[in-house]
């Protein structure tokens, strides 16, 4: 990010330079001595038109071919990353661990560790940004996003909301603790916790009766959620969609909006009912529920046309 933001600097600057040196050249040699002088009658120079062209085409390339591997590599986190849970609010960052940890205003993360955080926001847009880590996400209600980085030197750093958000915008900062491997264990160790997300999950799933429609058999009034996540779900409208976390996020806040074909659309809108953090929670434990063994596997949806 460094290397292209100062090769793209270079470029400005060189060619403000040049132009500007120009300006000033031809101001000085061309200047117009009396009264009778008048320009030559120049019409294009094909060479001219070429360099011009070709030279700011090949740089404007440069930055695009490696902007864009960039910004590929910083949008697909990679598979190995562990997972944090930011949701921003008016007007703080609450940070969840997977071990059930949770913190304000504070991200401890271990050194030299993928992490991959998943965005929600409670109310409006924020922006979760951690500048020395060069990594900066907007938190959209009623979605999510994802961001990761990895750092690499013990410290501390600055978390800011990059997005104008209301009257305390400015006050919503915090840091990032990033910490040697041994030291954020023993950090989380000591941390309170209240069971881990998948467990907090559970429960919830549990608490919300998710498990009375959602149950196996052919009888079930919601589709099996065994395996479902990350699979390919047939929608009552033809489509089908890919379950991915946004996926069920919506399918549990505005169940309506996308149906699994062949059911009806009866399930009530938890909208309103669970928080991002709930949801989350929820999302994490549907995503531990694989199938037994793969030979029993029934792809949700499969064997209840009606
Ligand atoms: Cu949140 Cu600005």
Not at 26 to 39: A, N, S
Not at 205 to 219: D, R, V
Not at 285 to 303: C, R
Request: hydrophobic letters at 45%; aromatic letters at 10%.
């Amino acid at each position: 990010m460094d290397l292209l933001y100062l090769f793209i600097v270079l470029v400005c600057a060189f060619f403000t330079v040049v132009v500007t040196a120009a300006v000033v050249f031809f101001t000085i040699k061309y200047k117009r001595r009396h009264e009778q002088e008048v320009g030559a009658d120049i019409h294009g120079s094909l060479i001219l038109e070429l360099t011009w062209t070709f030279i700011p085409f090949v740089l404007a390339m440069m930055m695009f071919v490696w902007g864009a591997d960039l910004f590929f590599r910083l949008s697909r986190p990679p598979a190995d990353a562990m997972e944090l849970f930011v949701v921003g609010k008016q007007w703080m960052w609450k940070v969840q661990h997977p071990e059930g940890v949770r913190e304000i205003n504070e991200m401890h993360v271990p050194i030299n560790r993928n992490v991959r955080i998943t965005l929600g926001s409670e109310d409006v847009l924020h922006d979760y940004s951690i500048p020395a880590f060069r990594v900066k996400m907007d938190a959209v209600p009623g979605k999510w996003t994802t961001m990761w980085f990895k750092a690499t030197k013990p410290g501390t750093y600055h978390i800011f909301c990059a997005e104008y958000c209301g009257t305390k915008h400015s006050g919503m900062i915090g840091q990032v603790i990033a910490m040697e491997e041994q030291d954020y264990e023993a950090w989380l160790a000591g941390g309170r916790s209240t069971g881990s997300t998948v467990d907090q999950g559970s429960r919830l799933f549990a608490e919300l009766s998710c498990n009375t429609c959602h149950e196996e058999g052919s009888t079930a009034r919601g589709p099996s959620l065994i395996g479902v996540f990350g699979s390919m779900v047939p929608l009552s409208n033809g489509a089908n969609a890919v379950a991915d976390d946004n996926y069920l996020r919506e399918s549990i806040m505005n169940p309506q909006a996308r149906v699994v074909r062949g059911y009806q659309p009866i399930m009530p809108a938890f909208q309103g009912m669970v928080s991002e953090e709930n949801l989350m929670q929820l999302i994490a434990y549907i995503k531990t529920l694989a199938p037994a063994s793969s030979s029993t596997t029934t792809p949700a949806g499969d064997g209840h046309q009606q």
